[in-house]
């Protein structure tokens, strides 16, 4: 059961241009949305991340932009570059009796082409 | 600071065999985290130590089993194995049980069940 719904599974951008990749939840008990970062033969990364009360959070050329009456959250990257291409993972964290459940979406393989 | 370091890199086992892999988290960190990584299924939550008890526990069968150590050292056992396990098995470490919002992810395990 997938509860977090990636989507593109994977995207070629030129570079300079703003790859978007796009998450959408159902289970509302989620309450902190994080995305990582992995690069090949590496563990992921934690890029940025966001909460359900905010609309938008920028960290340097990485933007999350959250929807939470259309349960959907999405991570920009501006100016992109090749060093950007790796995979990127969206997650959701929930709080259940007092034990945290993360799930993450599938992953998008992002490539920025020179 | 040494990140998260996970032994071996690479394992390459027969199926019905059984395998322990080896993760050392963060200096400081007391909880560990398994985390298992397939083109398939994603990324999916195995369990979490803290203080040499499992905490919290993922939808995998009782062949997956884990334990921590005084020193926070995690090994985590998979016993008769299939050849769906073949697998990136991934360790994270936090400061605090619990903190998936700040964990720290080592550069995994490469299983290989033939």
């Known amino acids: 059961q997938q509860q977090v719904k990636q989507s593109p599974q994977s995207l070629i951008v030129q570079k300079g241009g703003i790859p978007i990749i796009n998450c959408a939840y159902e289970?509302?008990?989620?309450?902190?949305f994080p995305w990582y970062q992995q690069f090949p033969g590496k563990g992921p990364a934690l890029l940025i991340a966001i909460r359900p009360d905010v609309s938008e959070k920028k960290e340097g050329r990485f933007t999350i932009s959250f929807n939470k009456s259309a349960k959907q959250f999405s991570l920009h990257i501006m100016d992109s570059q090749p060093g950007d291409s790796a995979t990127y993972f969206c997650a959701a964290i929930s709080v259940i009796q007092g034990a945290q459940k993360l799930v993450f979406g599938q992953g998008t393989r992002l490539t920025i082409n020179p | 600071k040494a990140g998260v370091t996970q032994t071996p890199r690479y394992l390459i086992k027969t199926r019905g065999q059984q395998v322990t892999l080896s993760c050392s988290p963060i200096s400081g960190h007391r909880s560990v985290s398994w985390y298992q990584q397939t083109p398939g299924q994603g990324l999916q939550f195995l369990f979490e130590?803290?203080?040499?008890?499992?905490?919290n526990k993922g939808n995998f069968p009782g062949r997956f089993s884990g334990r921590q150590f005084s020193n926070s050292r995690s090994e985590m056992n998979v016993s008769t194995l299939e050849l769906g396990d073949s697998a990136l098995y991934l360790c994270a470490s936090s400061l605090v049980p619990g903190q998936l919002y700040e964990q720290y992810f080592g550069p995994g395990t490469r299983l290989t069940v033939t």
């Open positions: 130590y803290f203080s040499e008890t499992q905490r």
């Open positions: 289970n509302t008990a989620f309450d902190y």
